[in-house]
């Protein structure tokens, strides 16, 4: 399995035979080398969305077009841009899963908010969501852009993720503490990889509060375009 960061909170991961690209918001990220782009969508087969906003959404649409494969995510979402851009889509909602090959991805609630802008003005885009990502007998929850939330309990029951790839910026979503308060309190992480930050200066700009509160999980600080293999 290879996880890799795009920047933000976009990844590729390579599992069971799959390439998924995930919120992968490459044109305009200020963290994203424009010219490795090629490099970073090479080989994908499928692109899962958590919400509608810009810096997760924004290159969905042309990554798909670019590479002829469908795009996963909420049915308003994935409902607009069918209709609107002739892409392929796939929706589901959340507690669905959808067999991706070999992968199993269950949509899972978020706590956030969700549209897309326009020129006419934003757009309601469904609502927000996260992720369990299921291959090679490992689980992988990617939060989405979320806060602290009760459900992550019945997310560790039902699911044992032993990775977790959790937004951790603060201002639009937790910061390192809250992340970490939500991997002591409610999972049992073997790995944790924090995202939706150091983007821009009012995001965090270091895991090391992360780091420090979960001394006996591997916490990775990604790189973007470096793969961390697992």
């Given at each position: ?37 090629a ?56 507690g ?41 007998g ?33 201002h ?11 991997a ?39 790189e ?7």
């Amino acid at each position: 399995m290879k996880i890799t960061w795009l920047g933000h909170s976009g990844f590729r991961i390579e599992i069971a035979g799959e390439i998924l690209l995930v919120d992968p918001w490459l044109d305009g990220n200020p963290m994203f080398p424009a010219e490795r782009r090629a490099e970073a969508t090479a080989g994908a087969t499928r692109i899962l969305v958590s919400h509608g906003h810009d810096d997760h959404s924004a290159s969905a649409v042309a990554i798909a077009r670019e590479l002829g494969i469908p795009i996963y995510g909420m049915p308003e979402l994935m409902g607009y841009w069918a209709e609107k851009h002739g892409v392929e889509t796939v929706d589901f909602n959340k507690g669905g899963t959808v067999a991706l090959g070999e992968v199993r991805v269950t949509m899972v609630s978020a706590t956030h908010s969700s549209s897309f802008s326009t020129p006419e003005g934003p757009v309601y885009a469904g609502t927000e969501s996260g992720y369990m990502i299921a291959g090679e007998g490992r689980t992988i929850y990617f939060s989405g852009d979320t806060d602290v939330m009760a459900d992550m309990e019945i997310f560790e029951e039902l699911h044992h993720p032993e990775i977790g790839i959790l937004a951790a910026g603060g201002h639009y979503t937790m910061d390192m503490a809250r992340a970490a308060y939500a991997a002591q309190k409610f999972f049992n992480f073997r790995t944790v990889i924090p995202c939706h930050y150091r983007t821009f200066p009012l995001l965090e700009q270091s895991a090391e509060r992360l780091i420090s509160a979960l001394p006996d999980v591997n916490v990775i600080e990604p790189e973007v375009l470096e793969p961390i293999e697992l």
